[in-house]
C-alpha cells in the first residue's frame, strides 16, 4: 500500500501545476481565437481538431464535469475530491475517449474502454452514446447508457437508471 501511495504521490506532483492550473479556468478561457468556436458538441468528429484544441476541450468537458458535481452535490467538498474520488467523473473521461474512438471507427477498442470503465467505476455507456457537457451521475452504481442514448448540458441521473 505504500508504494502504492508514493507512486501516486509522484505522479500527482508531476501533473499537479498542469491540473491545477486546468481546474482553475473557466471554461471559456482557451488558447488565442478558438473561444468563439463553439463546434457541436455532440459530435466531436463534426470539424477537424487540431492537437491543442482537443486538448483544450478535454480539459474544458472535465472542468464542466468537475463545476457539475459542486453544484449539485453537497458532499463535495474540493475540486481535488472530486477529481479522485468521484466515479461519475473517471466515467465520463473513460466514455469522452471511447466515443472519439467509436466514431472514428474503432469499435472495438472504443468498447473495451467502456468496458474496462464499467469495471472501475461501476457506470456501463456505450461508446454510442451521445453526451453533453456537465453531465453527473450521482451514486452512479447500476447505470446503464446504450448505444442511441442522447443527453444534453447539464444532466443529473441517479443510481439504476438504465436508458437505451
Not at 501545476?17 to 481565437?33: C, E, F, Q, T
Not at 481538431?49 to 483544450?56: F, Q, T, Y
Not at 451514486?139 to 442514448?149: F, M, P, R
Amino acid at each position: 500500500m505504500q508504494v502504492f501511495l508514493r507512486r501516486l504521490c509522484e505522479s500527482m506532483r508531476s501533473s499537479k501545476g498542469l491540473l491545477m492550473r486546468v481546474m482553475s479556468k473557466k471554461p471559456a478561457d482557451v488558447i488565442g481565437g478558438t473561444a468563439g468556436v463553439k463546434p457541436d458538441e455532440h459530435c466531436p468528429q463534426s470539424r477537424k481538431l487540431d492537437s491543442a484544441e482537443r486538448k483544450l476541450r478535454m480539459f474544458d468537458n472535465l472542468r464542466a464535469d468537475i463545476a457539475s458535481v459542486m453544484e449539485r452535490d453537497p458532499a463535495a467538498k474540493s475540486k481535488w475530491e472530486v477529481l479522485l474520488c468521484y466515479p461519475s467523473v473517471k466515467a465520463m473521461a473513460y466514455h469522452r475517449m471511447a466515443h472519439r474512438l467509436y466514431q472514428a471507427g474503432h469499435t472495438t477498442l472504443a468498447r473495451w474502454i467502456s468496458q474496462h470503465s464499467r469495471h472501475v467505476t461501476g457506470i456501463e455507456i456505450h461508446p454510442g452514446a451521445s453526451i453533453g457537457k456537465g453531465f453527473f451521475i450521482d451514486h452512479g452504481d447500476g447505470v446503464v447508457i446504450g448505444e442511441t442514448t442522447i443527453i444534453g448540458d447539464n444532466v443529473t441521473l441517479y443510481q439504476g437508471v438504465t436508458l437505451g
